[in-house]
């Protein structure tokens, strides 16, 4: 990846391509915890999942709001897989801010065949809950495995 929209590409299509990420928190004595989560984006720069509260990973968002993400194809041949790598601060949202996250989940949910989701769905007492990680460093790796900076939107 030499030229500067390269980067930009790789990481629009890795996230445009894959359906789960892996999201890593820490608790509050920083044990680290990794779970996979089904995603939407919005802009490259929020990613949001649903999960329920008790959740190992949504337990530790709740005393730890910083967090690493990745998405990538496991299904590629050894080596030619692309990543993209995240440094995020996230969090269960507010009833109050639903609406257009959950619209944005809900049509990548549509458009992959899945149900239709609603802010009702995921707001107490229901059973899970909608959460934002907003991005504030976005890495791919080159092919010398040194991470490149991407500013996306």
Not at 62 to 67: P, S
Not at 110 to 134: M, N, S
Request: aromatic fraction near 10%; proline fraction near 8%; avoid cysteine.
């Amino acid at each position: 990846m030499t030229t500067g929209q390269e980067p930009v590409r790789v990481a629009r299509a890795v996230i445009d391509a894959n359906s789960y990420m892996t999201i890593a928190t820490a608790d509050p004595a920083g044990q680290p915890w990794p779970s996979p989560v089904w995603y939407a984006h919005a802009g490259y720069r929020e990613f949001f999942w649903v999960s329920s509260p008790e959740a190992r990973h949504s337990r530790n968002l709740a005393g730890r709001a910083q967090a690493g993400i990745v998405i990538f194809d496991s299904h590629v041949r050894a080596g030619a897989a692309q990543a993209v790598y995240l440094t995020v601060t996230a969090a269960e949202l507010p009833p109050a801010e639903l609406a257009q996250p959950v619209e944005a989940y809900s049509a990548r949910s549509q458009a992959q065949g899945l149900k239709p989701w609603t802010p009702g769905e995921v707001r107490a007492p229901a059973r899970l809950r909608f959460y934002r990680a907003i991005v504030s460093e976005l890495f791919v790796i080159d092919d010398f495995d040194q991470r490149i900076r991407v500013e996306i939107g």
